[in-house]
């Protein structure tokens, strides 16, 4: 299980960090990844760590950071200089490592959080 925290409002150029707790199994053997959906859009990938190292959304490069703990039972998204285009539902996300081609496609990824909500205002 998969749960989110750390959303809520901010102003735009401010900075925000979520997490994503597992319970049960740690994460090591799972490319974990942060997905986000604003309203009447796509959910899109914005960042994933895995064996083949960290990715990130063209939109967010330079701005958001993915990290984890070292008991990879948490990961982070640091996120700074956002945007009002950052607002959205941010999902953490996980899928055992050999099991996908693109770790940043939303389809990809077998396990789900509830979200946590982000709004940037301006």
């Known amino acids: 299980q998969l749960v989110e925290s750390g959303g809520k409002s901010v102003q735009t150029g401010g900075s925000l960090k979520l997490s994503c707790s597992a319970s049960?199994?740690?994460?090591?053997?799972?490319?974990v990844g942060w997905f986000r959906q604003a309203p009447g859009k796509e959910r899109e990938g914005v960042s994933c760590?895995?064996?083949?190292?960290?990715e990130y959304g063209e939109s967010v490069k330079g701005r958001f950071t993915m990290s984890n703990d070292n008991a990879w039972k948490t990961v982070f998204l640091e996120m700074n200089i956002l945007k009002p285009e950052d607002t959205a539902v941010y999902y953490c996300?996980?899928?055992?490592?050999?099991?996908?081609?693109?770790?940043?496609?939303?389809?990809?990824?077998?396990?789900w959080g509830k979200g946590t909500s982000v709004t940037v205002s301006s």
């Open positions: 996300a996980a899928v055992p490592e050999g099991d996908y081609n693109e770790c940043l496609r939303p389809d990809e990824m077998d396990y």
């Open positions: 049960g199994d740690t994460l090591v053997d799972y490319a």
């Open positions: 760590v895995s064996t083949s190292g960290l």
